[in-house]
Structure formats: structure tokens, C-alpha cells
């Protein structure tokens, strides 16, 4: 089968390698769309690391070919999107019911081979079934939809308050999205025209460049903000964000960023300044969640997403994304061919 393998840092390669076995509870998922993630850019940019060669990759959708022992035959055929963190449910996180938080959870695309593929497996119970009335770009855009709820949820918000999103990319926009659909008045910054114009197509009331804090803070008073979601994972953002929020404010981290930052504990305190971190999403609940607010039409996050790509192009796409030059998700298909891309 075709598969993107990222082979080092700023070097990923479409290579021929051997179509996965589905073991034990496993069904074999034939990819019809994976798209391309935040997270995903900071392995192919040396960021994180991995062990070996590896197929990125974990959201993701497509049709079950196979299945192993196990798995109800009648699964053959099945449309389905797939969950790709899978806990090990029997550590104590897992106990407590903070599986997302497992320590030894499998990771589509990350600790095993992952969807930027012709195939990939999964454990039956992480590929969610699908109708086929699901616009395709609306199912390849279920993972990240998933983790944008999640992280709201970390706020504990009341209908009509309203929000500050920071970074208007693929995770943030999407954030945005289902703020929107569920009740919320969302502002935001971001310093790209491109991301601004979407945002404000969106929905998004007011959007803003701002890089110093008196600027941000003025914003989010203005607008009075009850939470900010931080969805860059840039220590410049991160800081900006804890520096300009006003007094009784939640900060939901929701970028990934190892790098430290400088926080005022009195500040904190005197302010009742809340400060969450926000990684991926429960099992069951939020997937299943996502997928009921697409199938009743209450969501459509397949429109932040840019137009479907073939496989061939996920090194190029991955390095326009590592250079800021594109403003929407990048979607790819490895049953769209290089000649039909150009077509469309």
C-alpha cells in the first residue's frame, strides 16, 4: 500500500509498504480521509520525536475491509471514523476515568502506524460507525471537532458568555465552531489575514492582531471575556495570554508547548485567575457527542477544512504547513489521484 513515512525531520517520503494484518478485535480500515494536524507538524518538525519510521496520521475515516478474530463479520463494509488515543484501561488514570490521560494509551499515527495511508488498523471499539448521509470532509474532521469539545468543556460556560480563542488554525477555528453552534460568543486573535477572514466567515464577532498585552487585555474587557483558549502552543502566546486576562478569567491551554513561561502566583490568586490544560478528549462520551451533533446537522466541521488532496501531496503540505502558508486543515485521500486533484 501507499503511506506517508516520516523519515526524520522536514523529510516524509510516499513510499510501497505492506498492507496491515488486523490482530485480535481489530478491523482493517480502507482510508478514504485523514487529515492533517497541528500535532502532527511538531514530529515532522523535529519537535517530538518518535521511534523509527512511522505513518503520522490520526484523523481519520474510511470503510472496514477486514476484520480480525473477534469482530463481527457483519462490521465488513462499515463506514466508520476512528478514536485513535486507546487507553489501557486498568491504570489508575484509567480507573478514575481519565483515560485521555493513560500513560500507556496507544496512539494512531504515533505509537503505531497511522492513517496517512491506503489502510490502517484499529481496535473495533475506536472505529465509531458512520451514515453514509456524513459529508466526507465533515467525518475526517470528527477527531479534532472532538478534542474542540473537550476543551470547552474544561471551562464550564454558561449559554451565552463569552469567549476569547487564540489562534484561529485547524484546532482553534474548529473550537470557534462549536462555541458558536452551542450557545457561546466567540472573539479572537490571530495575526494571519487569511485565518482572520475565515474566522470572521465563521462567525466569529470581533478578530484582532494583538502581540503586547495592553492591547489583548483592552480587547478582552471590551468584549468581556470569561475564558481565553490558548490553541497555538507557543510560549509568546501562552505568556500573552496569562498576562492580559482580567480578574476571575479561565485559561484553557489547549497548544502543546514544552517550553516555559513565567507565572505571577500572587497574581493568581488575588485575580482567581483558573488555569486548565485540555488534551484530547473522554472515551466514550465526546466522540459520540461529536458524531450526534453531525449527524443532527447542529455542526459542520468539515467547512474549516481546505479542499481534499491526494496522498502524494502530504510532504508538500507539510511543509507549507511548517512555513505558514496555509490558512485551512489540510484534508488528504489516498483514493484521489494526483491528475483528479488538479481537476477540482
Same mark, same amino acid.
Given at each position: 500500500?501507499?503511506?506517508?513515512?516520516?523519515?526524520?525531520?522536514?523529510?516524509?517520503?510516499?513510499?510501497?509498504?505492506?498492507?496491515?494484518?488486523?490482530?485480535?478485535?481489530?478491523?482493517?480500515?480502507?482510508?478514504?480521509?485523514?487529515?492533517?494536524? @497541528?500535532?502532527?507538524?511538531?514530529?515532522?518538525?523535529?519537535?517530538?520525536?518518535?521511534?523509527?519510521?512511522?505513518?503520522?496520521?490520526?484523523?481519520?475515516? @474510511?470503510?472496514?475491509?477486514?476484520?480480525?478474530?473477534?469482530?463481527?463479520?457483519?462490521?465488513?463494509?462499515?463506514?466508520?471514523?476512528?478514536?485513535?488515543?486507546?487507553?489501557?484501561?486498568?491504570?489508575?488514570?484509567?480507573?478514575?476515568?481519565?483515560?485521555?490521560?493513560?500513560?500507556?494509551?496507544?496512539?494512531?499515527?504515533?505509537? !503505531?502506524?497511522?492513517?496517512?495511508?491506503?489502510?490502517? #488498523?484499529?481496535?473495533?471499539?475506536?472505529?465509531?460507525?458512520?451514515?453514509? #448521509?456524513?459529508?466526507?470532509?465533515?467525518?475526517?474532521?470528527?477527531?479534532?471537532?472532538?478534542?474542540?469539545?473537550?476543551?470547552?468543556?474544561?471551562?464550564?460556560?454558561? /449559554?451565552?458568555? #463569552?469567549?476569547?480563542?487564540?489562534?484561529?488554525?485547524?484546532? @482553534? &477555528?474548529?473550537?470557534?465552531?462549536?462555541?458558536?453552534?452551542?450557545?457561546?460568543?466567540?472573539?479572537?486573535? /490571530?495575526?494571519?489575514?487569511?485565518?482572520?477572514?475565515?474566522?470572521?466567515?465563521?462567525?466569529?464577532?470581533?478578530?484582532?492582531?494583538?502581540?503586547?498585552?495592553?492591547?489583548?487585555?483592552?480587547?478582552?474587557?471590551?468584549?468581556?471575556?470569561?475564558?481565553?483558549?490558548?490553541?497555538?502552543?507557543?510560549?509568546?502566546?501562552?505568556?500573552?495570554?496569562?498576562?492580559?486576562?482580567?480578574?476571575?478569567?479561565?485559561?484553557?491551554?489547549?497548544?502543546?508547548?514544552?517550553?516555559?513561561?513565567?507565572?505571577?502566583? &500572587?497574581?493568581?490568586? !488575588?485575580?482567581?485567575?483558573?488555569?486548565?490544560?485540555?488534551?484530547?478528549?473522554?472515551?466514550?462520551?465526546?466522540?459520540?457527542?461529536?458524531?450526534?451533533?453531525?449527524?443532527?446537522?447542529?455542526?459542520?466541521?468539515?467547512? #474549516?477544512?481546505?479542499?481534499?488532496?491526494?496522498?502524494?501531496?502530504?510532504?508538500?503540505?507539510?511543509?507549507?504547513?511548517?512555513?505558514?502558508?496555509?490558512?485551512?486543515?489540510?484534508?488528504?485521500?489516498?483514493? &484521489?489521484?494526483?491528475?483528479?486533484? /488538479?481537476?477540482?
Amino acid at each position: 500500500m501507499k503511506a506517508a513515512l516520516l523519515l526524520g525531520p522536514h523529510s516524509m517520503r510516499v513510499e510501497r509498504i505492506p498492507v496491515p494484518t488486523p490482530q485480535q478485535d481489530e478491523v482493517l480500515v480502507a482510508v478514504e480521509a485523514a487529515g492533517i494536524c @497541528g500535532s502532527d507538524l511538531h514530529f515532522y518538525l523535529g519537535e517530538r520525536t518518535l521511534q523509527g519510521t512511522l505513518v503520522l496520521g490520526h484523523e481519520v475515516t @474510511g470503510r472496514v475491509v477486514a476484520v480480525g478474530a473477534g469482530v463481527p463479520p457483519e462490521r465488513l463494509g462499515e463506514r466508520v471514523a476512528i478514536e485513535p488515543n486507546i487507553p489501557c484501561g486498568a491504570c489508575t488514570l484509567c480507573q478514575r476515568g481519565l483515560g485521555r490521560l493513560c500513560p500507556a494509551k496507544q496512539i494512531v499515527g504515533q505509537t !503505531r502506524q497511522g492513517g496517512l495511508a491506503e489502510y490502517v #488498523t484499529v481496535d473495533q471499539r475506536f472505529a465509531w460507525p458512520l451514515p453514509e #448521509t456524513v459529508a466526507l470532509s465533515d467525518a475526517a474532521t470528527i477527531e479534532p471537532t472532538a478534542v474542540a469539545i473537550h476543551a470547552l468543556s474544561r471551562a464550564r460556560l454558561r /449559554e451565552g458568555e #463569552t469567549i476569547a480563542v487564540v489562534g484561529c488554525g485547524g484546532v @482553534g &477555528l474548529l473550537l470557534a465552531t462549536v462555541a458558536i453552534a452551542q450557545g457561546y460568543r466567540v472573539v479572537a486573535l /490571530e495575526p494571519n489575514a487569511a485565518r482572520r477572514a475565515a474566522a470572521l466567515a465563521a462567525g466569529i464577532i470581533a478578530v484582532r492582531t494583538a502581540s503586547d498585552t495592553e492591547t489583548a487585555r483592552l480587547f478582552f474587557e471590551e468584549h468581556q471575556v470569561v475564558a481565553i483558549f490558548e490553541c497555538v502552543g507557543r510560549p509568546a502566546t501562552i505568556q500573552l495570554c496569562l498576562d492580559a486576562a482580567s480578574a476571575g478569567t479561565c485559561l484553557v491551554l489547549v497548544g502543546l508547548s514544552s517550553e516555559s513561561v513565567t507565572l505571577n502566583p &500572587l497574581r493568581c490568586v !488575588r485575580q482567581e485567575l483558573d488555569i486548565r490544560g485540555a488534551l484530547i478528549y473522554d472515551h466514550p462520551t465526546d466522540f459520540a457527542a461529536t458524531i450526534a451533533l453531525i449527524v443532527s446537522n447542529k455542526l459542520a466541521p468539515g467547512k #474549516t477544512a481546505g479542499r481534499l488532496q491526494p496522498l502524494e501531496s502530504v510532504p508538500t503540505l507539510f511543509e507549507a504547513m511548517a512555513n505558514g502558508a496555509l490558512s485551512a486543515k489540510p484534508l488528504v485521500s489516498p483514493r &484521489l489521484s494526483l491528475s483528479t486533484a /488538479e481537476r477540482l
